[in-house]
DNA sequence: GTGAAAGCGCTAACAG
DNA sequence: CTGTTAGCGCTTTCAC
């Protein structure tokens, strides 16, 4: 029934060469003449051949097999978008270079999750590891998995992840910069920032760029209030709503990403305020969230698929031995994409305050 | 530098027995004196363990790999949520039976998907493979799949796929039935539809339920318009918004899936429509977006987690021969979730129309 | 340049 | 009930 693949033998047999031969082709050795390779290439065609990988990795050649490492709030529904752009854009790189992408979600706040990322890169031969924040600075499980020889790249690691790994992100500080800048620009000077769970470092870092865009701005833009959110939705419309009860509240609401901002916006129409005319709410990651929700979010574009491809790339290089010496991060390009839900401070507002 | 993983023989070794029959305690295999089977696992306990299953594939045992393929729209961001959903409930189920998950999203459009969905399980060696529409109505594939000795399951087989293969589900004639009598219930004559994608033939069910709930409802109930969307945000939004710039709209907008309802909601907002007020929409799925958006969506609820759940459960089934005999289709419950975009028909709206 | 031989860690007959 | 013997398909020395 089950027709039999054709194994390296069969090549070999057809193309009246040994199976060493043919394993060179297979994985661009040297020494083999032109002429041979041709013809072996041209019987694997004819066989539609496909090296088994189960057997390569057996053999001891490399798994070829890449794992992507996202957390995930055990009850909390993922942030998808995030995790859905950062694997496209890895998977396809992948499938350029010939890897296998694999991706797992790991409860970060679970005791063991060390053990998890062990485990999935142990028992899947992986050669590549791909982490994401809070992984990405988690130092400790960085030497772990070096320890057993496989490769590490992080996703927008915070300061830590650096030092000890390649890595690939945008500038968040510089982000949380210019998303503020923007809210300035618009009059604000009242602002709230809502941020993610404390290990997430380089969402930490967008807090400092608000810190500077403020203290340049002079000293009547102020933070009024910092909400420490978990990057979901529900934190995100909670804490907006206790926010909103309080007496004297901003004038916008800086958010570490766009699920935050979205649940921001759900407790401001909640109350039935003005979005963005009683309150100016922004997000960060630029995830289809953000024009999913009424209004549209005005947010930091942080180009997810590139650095999942960039990851990749980087994984393949030190494997392949072309990339080599130190570390390196690899800062890609963010914008702050101006869509409605953050607008001008509204006249009698800007009054009141003065 | 990297420790050696602890292999079969050591085993053995360790505990005084054959290789064979820590294999057998491995995969639970029968003749094995409880005492022997003990002495075996104290072994693999202290050894820490793990059968490499690369090595178990390669030698004929299982490779225990299943396999979840997602159809993908090239260009279009995927539904990510309806997509993870599926795949947490089939990854914990997975985890429970010590089976490995692959997700793969294959583009639907493209001319060889079959094609890439069997090379996606030969190449990984899948025991398994579990279709979602419209690849779980398409028997040509299915009969190639199975012809390779992999078992398949579907997600939603509209009719054809149940037909030749085991499936899982809600009812989806019902779920259009049930939301179209809610809407009903609540005044609404004049109903329009959105479609998804042809192939999609469950989502298509779905219309038919709301014919016969109009049929029951009497003449003065009418679909005004039948719209075919793409189950994107986009569609959802461009279509709506066509429907809107014409004469005498309908009071109430059915989508097949959430995201279209969502961006149905967004081209209203654009409107100043009121929702639910001059506008009633609903979704289907239940998916986060319908409680991300404003208002929130009144949707019909597929329990996605179970359903990828029960689909490793019955490929498991068929896998160890627990489950045999004829195709199954097992149907799951569903309900109406009613949240705030559905609402009655305001008091001159409806005199306006008799 | 090329091929023969020796495994990688495991399962699956087949004997005891 | 348990162990022995062959491979699964490939990569890797190491000869030629």
Redo the contacts between chains.
């Keep these: 029934?089950?027709?039999r693949?054709p194994t390296i033998d069969d090549v070999a047999r057809q193309s009246g060469v040994g199976r060493t031969t043919v394993s060179r082709v297979l994985n661009g050795g040297p020494n083999v003449r032109d002429e041979v390779r041709e013809r072996v290439l041209k019987a694997m065609e004819a066989l539609n051949y496909?090296a088994?990988?189960?057997?390569r990795?057996?053999a001891g050649g490399g798994?070829r097999m890449l794992a992507l490492i996202l957390a995930s709030d055990l009850e909390a529904?993922?942030n998808?978008?995030y995790?859905?752009a950062l694997e496209?854009g890895a998977?396809r790189e992948c499938l350029a270079l010939g890897y296998?992408l694999?991706?797992r979600?790991v409860p970060q706040q679970s005791p063991d999750r060390r053990q998890q990322v062990l485990?999935l890169m142990?028992?899947?031969?992986c050669e590549g590891l791909i982490l994401t924040p809070p992984f990405a600075d988690d130092v400790v499980l960085i030497e772990e998995i070096r320890?057993?020889?496989c490769k590490v790249v992080t996703i927008s690691p915070g300061g830590p992840g650096r030092a000890v790994a390649d890595g690939v992100g945008i500038d968040d500080e510089a982000g949380g910069y210019d998303v503020t800048r923007h809210l300035l620009d618009l009059g604000h000077r009242r602002l709230a920032f809502m941020s993610g769970i404390a290990g997430h470092l380089s969402a930490e870092q967008r807090f400092d760029g608000l810190r500077r865009a403020l203290r340049e701005a002079g000293p009547d833009a102020e933070v009024v209030d910092l909400l420490r959110g978990d990057f979901t939705?529900r934190s995100g419309s909670v804490l907006t709503a206790r926010l909103l009860d309080q007496p004297n509240p901003p004038t916008a609401l800086i958010c570490a990403n766009d699920?935050m901002a979205?649940?921001a916006?759900?407790a401001a129409?909640s109350r039935g305020l003005d979005v963005p005319g009683q309150l100016s709410i922004t997000g960060f990651d630029d995830t289809?969230?953000s024009?999913?929700?009424?209004?549209?979010l005005t947010t930091v574009h942080q180009p997810l698929k590139a650095m999942g491809r960039e990851a990749v790339l980087v994984l393949a290089g030190r494997l392949t031995g072309t990339m080599r010496g130190d570390w390196r991060f690899r800062t890609l390009p963010h914008t702050v994409v101006p869509r409605a839900s953050a607008g001008q401070v509204l006249p009698q507002l800007a009054t009141a305050i003065a």
């Design positions: 029934m089950t027709a693949r496909q088994n990988p189960q057997a990795s057996l798994s529904e993922p998808s978008f995790a859905s496209l998977l296998q694999l991706t979600h485990e142990t028992s899947q031969r320890r057993s020889g939705f699920d979205a649940g916006l759900s129409h289809p969230v024009e999913i929700v009424w209004p549209p």
